[in-house]
């Protein structure tokens, strides 16, 4: 199976991979818009935006959209990141234009009315308030904000009530205009597809975007520190988290592996000595989130407000004593963990729409997997000791959330 790629007068990129065998077909429109790409008044806009086009557009109202792609069996949703934002569909191969010119018509025709606005408003307000409920979701924003204070990329991606109550429809329509540019969106299908076919379409449907976008976001600068948030519950909730590279980085695969190694499952050394050994913590990992231009790699666990201290200090060491002395069978074990976790998440053809669209975005071409195999396997056993003792020396960021969070210190 052979990508195929295809690119528009307007900078849009085209692929395809079609996978025999399969009568459905996967279709993503992958845009390289996120949370970071806000400006200081508009946290929140990007996901907003999101939530929006689903709210109607000039052709249909929401209920239409949802009845239009449900009527035929397919699924059609979205996601915000930080770093981009992501609109896809599922359906069986033969109604795959269908849900191309769903998407279509949620970027380039959304109504954005004002009625809607303020229902949706208070949608997201309930989203807000259920991550300020989850402990566990809520100390990872903590650990963004003190990693990267007075940046975009510190702030929560689905905004504050604040700062959602200052967006209105012109923000809306201006963040579309500004920030959706056919040199940033990558149209990626996989299953049952015509290459030709989805090309002709596109040019159709987004033909008439603008090249480039005019801005750019500043980069990222790490700081570190602490925060504590002593919300009432059982859980002390603890991320420690320390700049990683990012994604192109030559340390990338070998932070990753470092990762996996020291808290990525149950054989892991943070797990075996945290939960298993130490009964400090039920709910314990590690793990490297990479951006464009930076990374944060975390260490997080949830424990007793009484066992808080003793779990922080035993994850330090135990992450120093792995980055000293990570071992062949530990390293060995860790690859074939994310190598499993590739593989098997592309064997589906989302999961190759995901991946076309991502690596389009990324490295300006569609990575082979067995290309990222291969770095996995270039890394060495020095090389991943080296990657995490560079973790680990830079400034620290510490979030804690739950009962006592404010006497701890790093």
Known sequence: ??????????????????????????????????????????NGLAHLFEHMVFKGTHNRSARAIAEHIEDVGGSLNAWTSRDSTVFH??????????????????????????????????????????????P?????????????????LGLPILGTP????????????????RQYRGEGLVLSAAGKVDHDRLVRQAEALFGTLPARRAESHPPARWHGGVRGDG??????HLALGFEGPPVLAPGYHAAQLFATALGGGMSSRLFQELREERGLAYSVS??????????VFSLYCATRPKDAPAALELARKVAADTAAGLTPEELARARAQIKAGLLMGLEGCFGQAEWMGRSLLTHGRILAPAEAIAALDAASLDDVRMAGARLLSGPLALAAVGPGAGKLSA
Not at 25 to 30: G, K, R, T
Not at 136 to 152: C, M, R
Not at 162 to 177: F, G, K, M, Y
């Open 1 to 42: 199976m052979t990508p195929e790629i295809s690119r528009l007068s307007n900078g849009l990129r085209i692929a395809t991979l079609a996978m025999p065998g399969l009568e459905t077909a996967a279709v993503a429109l992958n845009a390289d818009v996120g949370a970071r790409h806000e400006r200081e008044d508009e």
């Open 89 to 134: 569909a599922r359906v069986l191969a033969g109604d795959l234009p269908l849900a191309v010119e769903l998407l279509a018509d949620l970027l380039m025709n959304p109504r954005f009315d004002a009625e809607d606005l303020v229902k949706e408003r208070e949608v997201v307000l309930s989203e807000i308030g259920e991550a300020l409920d989850t």
């Open 136 to 152: 566990d979701d809520l100390v990872f924003d903590h650990l963004q904000a003190i990693a990267y204070p007075g940046q975009a």
């Open 162 to 177: 604040e700062s959602l109550a200052r967006l209105d429809c012109t923000a809306l329509v201006d963040w579309r205009d």
């Open 231 to 236: 919300k009432r519950g059982e859980q002390l």
């Open 286 to 295: 590690a793990f490297h989130v990479p951006h464009a231009d930076t990374g």
